[in-house]
């Protein structure tokens, strides 16, 4: 770690994780997550207003707990970089003012960046700086996009993203169809490893036929997710009994062979042989096995980010941060406005 390198804390606060983190150059020095998850479970998804309440309450201190996990004071920091959008409009607000004060306060420059962009730079604090250019695809429970990033900082090009349902809430849909907890990703992945992938052939959204060309790099889970719902509903009515771990693995497996076909597809297209994944579902373990061993097939190196680097945590914030101020990009002014529905072309949010 070379103490030249700009010493940067990242705050995300878009959805119901409020994280902080701290890294120097790629190096993390800390990462302290607290979730909100717990009070909404009961409603089946997040509730905005508890959310806000719950970043209120937990950033202050989540900021003093990463700042003695990396032993700095705050008037070390060179810069806070903070998640401007896309997210839930009063939860980035509270991010947002949080960072204002801090940087404020202290004279430091703040950048304002964009939550899925930064789900793609956190790599660099495990893998190191980022391939460039490189294919990402991007899956979590708001966004599923396949980009082409020929720099973090500044230049992200979409290749096709979903029609309908988001990857991560595909999961949370199933896993509730399969009366399993919220967020149901990790309980459909925890469960599906006791069932057999091949028990069920669900649908694989714009892979075949006329769609196929014409939606190479977009996705549906839509069709899908009623396709469980059908078969669990069937099934019912008939008075059988139903293979969760079955549904559960098949289900993710017609998730994961979509994503992984069509990441690589565009990957060979554009004739750019490096992939990276991040967002939520890039924590799930189908994803990665399935995606190495068709990477390793085909000549394409593959980059995902240990998974509590792909759910939401401030680290990967600071991580966009850290590389904005390296590349020497202009910081926002001390105004910025959150943008709630940001895309993610605007790598710089507000
Ligand atoms: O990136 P993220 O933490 O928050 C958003 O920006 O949306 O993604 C959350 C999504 C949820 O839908 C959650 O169920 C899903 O990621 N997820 C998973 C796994 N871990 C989290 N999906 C499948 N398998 C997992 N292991
Ligand atoms: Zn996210």
Redesign the pocket.
Known sequence: MAMDEPLVMGIET??DETGIGIVRGTTLLADEVASSVAEHARFGGVVPEIASRAHLEALLPAVTRACERAGVALSDLDAISVTAGPGLAGALLVGTSAAQGLAWSMGVPIYGVN?LAA?VAVDRLEHGPLPQPAIALLV???HTSLLRVDDVTADVTPLGATLDDAA??A??KVARLLGLPF????H??RVARQGDPNAIAFPRGLTAGKDQPRHAHNFSFSGLKTAVARWIDQRRAAGEDIDTADVAASFQEAVVDVLTAKAIAAAKGSGIDHLLIG???A???RLRAMAQQRCDAAGIELRIPRPDLC??NGAMVAALGAAMVTAGVPASGLDIAADSSAPVTEVTVG
């Open positions: 878009s959805c939550h789900h979590s429970g708001g991560g809430e999961f949370d967020p149901g990703g990790p459909v992945d967002g939520g579902v924590a799930n373990s759910t939401d």
